[in-house]
């Protein structure tokens, strides 16, 4: 298989990935924001507003995809800068 053939391949994957994901029930209420597809490496970050629930739960365990191999990695978010006074 050549790269080229290869690399559609995993985008399709992803693809079929990110549909399976929109379907999921309780979704729009789950904290999740999107995905981020890599199809040079064939993998996917999925970016959630919110403590792990459920919803987080399912994506995690019933993925039709291999793609799927890790847990959340919380980050911190950036400190808020307060807005300047107005004058």
């Given amino acids: 298989m050549t790269f080229d053939a290869a690399l559609w391949r995993r985008q399709d994957m992803l693809s079929d990935l990110r549909e399976w994901i929109e ?3 309780g979704l ?3 904290g ?7 199809p040079e ?19 995690l365990e019933g993925s039709p995809s ?3 191999t890790s847990g959340p990695r919380p980050r911190a978010s950036p400190p808020r800068t307060p807005p300047s006074p107005r004058l």
């Fill in 41 to 59: 490496a064939g993998s996917t970050v999925l970016v959630w507003h919110a403590p792990p629930d459920h919803v987080q739960r399912q994506m």
């Fill in 32 to 38: 999740y924001i999107t995905d981020i597809n890599d």
């Fill in 28 to 30: 729009g209420t789950s």
């Fill in 66 to 68: 291999s793609a799927t």
């Fill in 23 to 25: 379907a999921r029930p």
